[in-house]
Structure formats: structure tokens, C-alpha cells
């Protein structure tokens, strides 16, 4: 079984900026990964993916937030620049089995995920 631990979070003002990690134990690493989020009284929703080296973006984060992963670190990283009062959520990191393929499927589905963070609070005043 594969365990995420999201850390980062916290209370910023508009305009700054924050980095999430979501270290990996267990199992091995898997090659796809993502960030989801969940603002209040509002679905999940997609924030970021990276698989192998490639990565892709909600429209509403592109260009203000990246997502990378250190390997030897078994971390992946969401780096927010700046943030909006409507990217207030938590943030969650999933990962993809490794028994599944990473270029089949919808990435921007939660279904497409098999393992989950707790999350981590994110709040963005203005």
C-alpha cells in the first residue's frame, strides 16, 4: 500500500506564493501523480499531473503553478505563485497504481487515481 503525506499549507495573502510536498511511502514510487483540490461547498477538482516528466494544468492554475517530483526524495511538489482568494482549498495528492497505464484514462478524473493524501489546508485572503 502506497502512503501520501501532504505538508506546505497554510495562510497567505493574494499575490504570494506557496510550495506543497506530498512524500511518497510503501510501494513503489508510481510515474503519475496529481494534485486535486476541494474549495468549500464545491466538488474536487483537477489542479496539476505529472506523468513522467510531462505535466498538465487546470486552465484556472496555468502559468502560476507548477508541479515537479524529486525521485530521490520519493516527493512530489506543487509550487503556487501567485495565489488567488479562489484557489482557497485543500489540496490533495493522489498517485496512479502501477499496474495502470499512465497514458489511458482521463487524468483530470479523481477515478483515475487510486491513492490518496489526507490533504492539506490552503487559504488565500485577500
Known amino acids: 500500500q502506497v502512503q501520501l503525506v501532504e505538508s506546505g499549507g497554510g495562510l497567505v495573502q493574494a499575490g504570494d506564493s506557496l510550495r506543497l510536498s506530498c512524500a511518497a511511502s510503501?510501494?513503489?514510487?508510481?510515474?503519475?501523480m496529481g494534485w486535486v483540490r476541494q474549495a468549500p461547498g464545491k466538488e474536487r477538482e483537477f489542479v496539476a499531473a505529472w506523468r513522467l516528466g510531462a505535466t498538465n494544468y487546470a486552465d484556472s492554475v496555468k502559468g502560476r503553478f507548477t508541479v515537479s517530483r524529486d525521485n530521490a526524495k520519493n516527493t512530489v511538489y506543487l509550487e503556487m505563485n501567485s495565489l488567488k482568494p479562489e484557489d482557497t482549498a485543500v489540496y490533495f495528492c493522489a498517485s496512479r497504481s502501477t499496474q495502470s497505464g499512465l497514458w489511458s484514462g482521463d487524468f483530470r478524473s479523481q477515478r483515475w487515481y487510486s491513492n490518496w493524501g489526507q490533504g492539506t489546508q490552503v487559504t488565500v485572503s485577500s
Open positions: 510503501g510501494r513503489t514510487f508510481s510515474n503519475a
